[in-house]
């Protein structure tokens, strides 16, 4: 079901600054919105530098008089790109700490290790898990700097469940899900003895309404299913998945690449939530 991402934890945001990566839809919009509204700066990054720049304005313009909002565009899998997130943040708001991560960004994924690409699963590691590890690393010692700082990696509850049932398919997602809950346990020890001023969470949403179906396949280099060739939907829902589809009266015997394009885009637009608060984990974990 639809969740109500909220911050609440914290007695007090003004005054701080937060980054939140995947900030273009979804979990990471509503994050920057919240933060903003609290009186906490945000910089912000997502894939998509049109999204995230609206949802930066968006929240700016709502927020406090002292609150400053920044979008960035940044791909969180190439670590060349989140350290020039981290100095171009440092830059704008004139900053040498920041007090609040949040690794939101990711996609999903739920292709065969067997059958699928081996490209499928390593372009979702690189974002859901190495995302993670590369903010962590850059953003950390900001946090230390920081009198209390406090960093949220968000998994999901794939990190509990590397399958959704007996003959399903291991989704990509379940692996680096489980790597992020297994660094951030790891970690909370680490910080307790080396940067005791930090504090480490780790968020594990189940269903959460986001745009995370169209963003995990603009991540993978591919168009909106509207947008989509006969091949393309084909290699997305390949013959082992069409003969469960069609086994649980889903589709049809016999659906052509259309019948299933209308299936991507109902699915898509059917998620709770979608058109009000939107994950890619990312959009960009989680969206």
């Known amino acids: 079901m639809a969740q109500e991402i ?29 933060l903003a509204a609290q009186g906490c700066s945000v910089a912000t990054c997502d894939l998509n530098a049109d999204a995230v720049a609206v949802t930066a304005a968006t929240a700016w313009a709502a927020a406090p008089r002292d609150v400053q909002v920044t979008s960035f565009a940044c791909d969180v899998s190439d670590e060349a790109q989140v350290l020039r997130f981290r100095d171009a943040l440092v830059d704008e708001h004139a900053t040498d700490h920041v007090d609040l991560v949040f690794n939101n960004a990711g ?13 499928v699963w390593e372009r979702t590691f690189a974002i859901d898990w190495l995302g993670v590890y590369y903010c ?21 509850l794939n990190g509990f469940f590397a399958s959704l049932g007996p003959g399903c398919r291991i ?23 080396n940067a005791p001023n930090v504090r480490v969470a780790v968020v594990m949403p189940g269903h959460v309404g986001t745009d995370i179906v169209v963003n995990s396949l603009r991540a993978r280099g591919l168009p909106e299913p509207e947008q989509m060739s006969d091949a393309q939907i084909e290699e997305l829902i390949p013959p082992d998945v069409r003969a469960k589809l069609i086994g649980a009266g889903i589709v049809a015997e016999g659906a052509s690449a259309d019948d299933l394009r209308r299936l991507i885009v109902q699915g898509n637009a059917e998620l709770p939530g979608q058109g009000s608060a939107q994950r890619g984990r990312g ?3 989680h969206s």
Request: negative net charge.
């Open 6 to 34: 909220t911050i609440e934890a914290v007695d007090s945001f003004t005054g701080k600054l937060a980054v939140v990566t995947g900030g273009g839809s979804g979990m990471g919009r509503e994050l920057v919105r919240q």
């Open 107 to 119: 996609i999903g994924g739920g292709e065969s290790f067997v059958t699928s690409r081996r490209e």
């Open 136 to 156: 962590t690393r850059a953003f950390l010692p900001l946090l230390m700097a920081s009198g209390e700082g406090v960093l949220v990696n968000t998994s999901s």
């Open 171 to 193: 989704p990509p997602t379940a692996r680096p899900s489980s790597a992020v809950r297994g660094f951030s346990e790891a970690l909370i020890e680490d910080l307790r003895a």
């Open 283 to 285: 959009g960009d974990h």
